[in-house]
């Protein structure tokens, strides 16, 4: 099964839904340009300012504080969620630090053979979402990108020997 992995880097403009067969999980603000199957958001103040502008009805892919804040606000995104991501397995240290990299675990667990990121760019403070325009709790730094990419490159390395391949377009700059 292909699984398509929408972040919010310059490089989601690759994807269309038009060319893509099967599940498509979008992470963070990219739920709000994309129509997902399932909605990746591990911060809870991006999943309350984008809550409304969310397209269709994906379940909910989070981590297990998010999650738990939602049921204390009665949000309906509480009743559509999937398991916390800390209840799904890998071996990687930290791996749901960050959204996009625990995504592909998502992937992997739902069946995935192949998964094709798109906007998963680690690189530079671009977005193609427009989420981050003079927000001071976006942190975009080299510093950031290469502990992401390591965990991203860990996940990538395990899953490919649980016979799962991650293919980035040619457009993507990491990797």
């Not at 739902?110 to 427009?130: C, E, F, K, R």
Request: include cysteine; charged fraction near 20%.
């Amino acid at each position: 099964m292909n699984i398509a992995l929408v972040s919010c880097g310059p490089s989601a403009s690759a994807f269309s839904e038009i060319d893509h067969e099967g599940p498509v999980i979008a992470v963070s603000r990219q739920g709000t340009k994309v129509r997902s199957d399932i909605l990746a958001c591990f911060d809870l103040p991006v999943m309350l300012n984008i809550t409304d502008a969310i397209i269709g009805t994906p379940k909910l892919f989070t981590i297990r504080a998010t999650l738990e804040s939602l049921q204390r606000r009665q949000s309906r995104w509480y009743s559509t969620a999937l398991m916390p991501a800390e209840a799904h397995c890998c071996p990687v240290e930290r791996w749901t630090l960050f959204t996009a990299p625990a995504c592909l675990v998502l992937a992997a667990e739902l069946g995935a053979t192949t998964i094709h990121p798109y906007g998963v760019d680690m690189t530079g403070d671009g977005d193609s979402t427009g989420g981050t325009k003079g927000n001071p709790d976006v942190v975009r730094t080299e510093a950031r990108w290469a502990r992401e990419r390591g965990i991203w490159e860990q996940i990538v390395d395990w899953l490919k020997g649980k016979g799962v391949e991650v293919r980035r377009a040619a457009c993507q700059p990491i990797s």
